[in-house]
């Protein structure tokens, strides 16, 4: 009965440590995928019932980044520390924490956004085609033209701060490989990079706040 308590206990830890930490290793996975830059080490993704572990691992490609999303049992899962893993994983786990914020806000927030405001543009420019066409609303032609224009240049805010973060994962992912031939190369300043992709989400967030009052006036104008 102890034992069994325990065990439960364990297991519900281990979960609670893995869903608070970015970062984990996960045995076999250089094996299972060859060439990863980054070893064993993956961006802890989600947990499925309380036994499988999805864990994301960044891979160069020729033209960009491929991201693999891998699941795994509970027991492959390790929770890094400088302290207790081999000298020669050091380098690589340095790199996953300085991927792990930029490799989550890139798929839970960039793509996402890309996503919705494509569906937004398709569904304004279909009204806008309806408008043109009626007798009752062609005069509301310019409130739709005006969203898409806005629309228009959110998608390019938008994917521009896509292809930073890209170029920004890519750039580590590359260093990384190449300080496996001389560790001296390897990159310790993250300030230039961090400032970059601020600004860029800044500038976007600002353009994506006046669209949304823009939208706001005219819906209360029409009230």
Do not use: C
């Not at 891979?59 to 999303?69: C, D, F, M, Q």
């Not at 898409?148 to 896509?162: H, S, T, W, Y």
């Not at 310790?188 to 500038?203: G, L, P, T």
């Amino acid at each position: 009965m102890l034992a069994g308590y325990w065990f439960v206990f364990y297991h519900d830890q281990k979960i609670k440590r893995i869903k608070s930490n970015l970062v984990l290793e996960v045995d076999g996975a250089d094996i299972r995928y060859p060439n990863l830059p980054l070893g064993n080490f993956g961006i802890f993704f989600e947990v499925k019932e309380n036994q499988r572990i999805q864990v994301i691992f960044p891979k160069l490609t020729p033209e960009g980044i491929e991201y693999i999303y891998s699941w795994h049992n509970l027991q492959s899962i390790r929770i890094p520390t400088f302290d207790k893993i081999n000298i020669d994983k050091k380098a690589n786990l340095k790199v996953a924490q300085q991927l792990a914020f930029l490799i989550k806000e890139h798929i839970q927030f960039v793509e996402p956004e890309i996503l919705k405001l494509r569906k937004q543009w398709h569904k304004t420019n279909n009204l806008l085609d309806l408008v043109l066409t009626s007798e009752f609303y062609a005069s509301q032609q310019g409130i739709y033209k005006r969203a898409l224009f806005q629309m228009e240049n959110l998608l390019d805010k938008a994917e521009e701060l896509q292809q930073v973060y890209i170029g920004f994962i890519r750039e580590l992912l590359i260093g990384r490989q190449v300080a496996q031939y001389d560790p001296n190369l390897l990159p310790n300043d993250s300030f230039a990079i961090e400032n970059k992709y601020k600004r860029i989400r800044e500038e976007y967030q600002y353009m994506k706040d006046t669209a949304t009052a823009y939208a706001e006036l005219l819906r209360t104008s029409q009230v």
